[in-house]
């Protein structure tokens, strides 16, 4: 399948700490579900259990083939902490043409 035929996305994720940020990140590239994935400390506020939260968390920001979603969801809920983890994909609607190419070759197809 070539990068034309592909729906490339970035997934976004956040994490309860770097570690298990890292652990998930690692977990993702070893099982050639992601291309990247970058990481970096956020600040969120949202509300859980009828109450304002305020928490310092990880994001994850993974680049990946959307044909892949299901089993990179499936992998981020066995490793992640939260009861209800963030995980939204987002369509790559333009982007580099080599970038591309290279994802393609670094996500093994479904």
């Not at 399948?1 to 970035?10: D, I, K, S, Y």
């Not at 956040?14 to 400390?41: D, G, H, Q, W, Y």
């Not at 299901?70 to 369509?91: F, G, N, Q």
Request: hydrophobic residues 40%.
């Amino acid at each position: 399948m070539t990068e034309e035929n592909q729906q490339f996305g970035v997934i976004l994720v956040t994490a309860a700490s770097k570690s298990e940020a890292e652990k998930i990140a690692r977990s993702l590239i070893t099982s050639k579900l992601a291309a990247c994935v970058t990481l970096f400390p956020v600040q969120s506020i949202y509300t859980w259990q009828d109450q304002i939260e305020q928490s310092e968390e990880w994001q994850l920001v993974i680049k990946s083939n959307l044909d892949r979603f299901p089993d990179l969801e499936a992998k981020i809920r066995d490793l992640h902490s939260y009861e209800v983890p963030e995980i939204i994909a987002l369509p790559i609607v333009a982007g580099s043409h080599p970038y591309l190419h290279w994802m393609s070759q670094q996500v093994t197809p479904q």
